[in-house]
């Protein structure tokens, strides 16, 4: 019988685990609750599909109940005015950083393929941003979302 040390850190009581990168979603100050959860939602899912080291292991209930795996570490939301998040935008596209948008226009939008259309209409400048969402080295990201505020 294998018996283990009880002053030994566990699962719960382990040292913090410290990343060098960094996942962040920057949403328009002016969305409505149910838009930010929203948007939210799809900028994630765009980081998870597109870079898998983002992903941890599957989860595992007591009772051997199987999850699907999630990101291995924190999203940190902010918010910001239209212009902090063209200015996130602006930093984002020069960085070459792992990014996902979300514009205005896809409220209007039922499925993926009229949201990839509704965003390739439209040029880069003249994206009418509601959400960005970002995932690099931290001082890269910090750099990027500078000037937004955590979301409350």
């Known amino acids: 019988m294998?018996?283990?040390?009880p002053s030994a850190p566990g699962p719960l009581t382990a040292p913090p685990v410290r990343?060098?990168?960094k996942i962040a979603v920057l949403l328009r100050a002016d969305l409505e609750p149910w838009q930010r959860l929203n948007v939210t939602a799809f900028l994630?899912?765009?980081?998870?599909?597109?870079?898998?080291?983002v992903i941890g292991e599957p989860y595992e209930d007591a009772d051997a109940v199987a999850y699907l795996p999630m990101f291995r570490q924190p999203v940190l939301v902010f918010e910001a005015t239209k212009e902090t998040l063209t200015t996130a935008?602006?930093?984002v596209l020069s960085r070459a950083l792992p990014r996902a948008v979300f514009t205005a226009d896809l409220f209007a939008t039922g499925n993926d393929r009229d949201n990839r259309a509704a965003v390739q209409a439209v040029p880069t400048a003249a994206l009418d941003l509601v959400g960005l969402a970002v995932y690099g080295p931290?001082?890269?990201?910090?750099?990027?979302?500078?000037?937004?505020r955590m979301h409350p």
């Open 138 to 148: 931290r001082n890269a990201v910090d750099k990027v979302v500078k000037g937004a």
């Open 19 to 21: 990343f060098d990168t």
């Open 44 to 53: 994630v899912s765009g980081l998870g599909t597109d870079l898998p080291e």
């Open 89 to 91: 935008h602006a930093r």
């Open 2 to 5: 294998m018996t283990t040390d």
